[in-house]
């Protein structure tokens, strides 16, 4: 299932991915915001 995914950074602010996807990596301190229910997230890492 994908989601809608925004990640923005703690530093700038700046948006750095906002798209719809099942999986996303991160490269520094993000925030990241996911429009999914939280029962729906099989795992975090």
């Given at each position: 299932m994908a989601a809608n995914i925004l990640v923005v950074s703690k530093n700038t602010a700046d948006t750095l991915l906002n798209t719809v996807s099942n999986r996303i990596s991160l490269?520094?301190?993000?925030?990241?915001?996911?429009g999914v229910n939280r029962a729906?997230?099989?795992?975090m890492e």
């Open positions: 490269n520094e301190p993000s925030i990241v915001q996911m729906d997230v099989a795992k």
